[in-house]
């Protein structure tokens, strides 16, 4: 099983990124997927999840109305849509797929990506 994160980089204030999470090694189109963050000297927190078809999406209210998770069972991959980006959103970025429990708790997720960074200027 590996998951693959791409598409973090440094951008100002204001701009926006599309992170994008390729699964291979396991069935992806019956996984729910989360993403997650980690901000230097700071916890790992959840960011969004989307349902295995795509009938409920969760957002951390910090990410709520400028960030869309979305994803294409077809190629296998995962998205997340950063738009309006904040200096606060700086952080490594990583998805996982969800085994059950609450979207919001890392520890009900596995087959973690190594994440991308993103760095966002003020």
């Known amino acids: 099983v590996q998951l693959v994160e791409s598409g973090g980089g440094l951008v100002q204030a204001g701009g926006s990124l599309r992170l994008s999470c390729v699964v291979s090694g396991r069935t992806f189109r019956h996984d729910d997927m989360g993403w997650f963050r980690q901000a230097p000297g700071k916890e790992r927190e959840f960011v969004a999840a989307?349902?295995?078809?795509?009938?409920?999406?969760y957002y951390a209210d910090p990410v709520k109305g400028r960030f869309t998770i979305s994803r294409d069972s077809a190629k296998n991959t995962v998205y997340l849509q950063m738009n309006s980006l904040k200096p606060e959103d700086t952080a490594v970025y990583h998805c996982?797929?969800?085994?059950?429990?609450?979207?919001?708790?890392?520890?009900?997720?596995?087959?973690w990506g190594q994440g991308t960074l993103v760095t966002v200027s003020s």
């Open positions: 989307i349902t295995w078809n795509d009938d409920n999406r």
């Open positions: 996982a797929a969800f085994t059950g429990g609450r979207y919001y708790d890392s520890g009900n997720y596995e087959a």
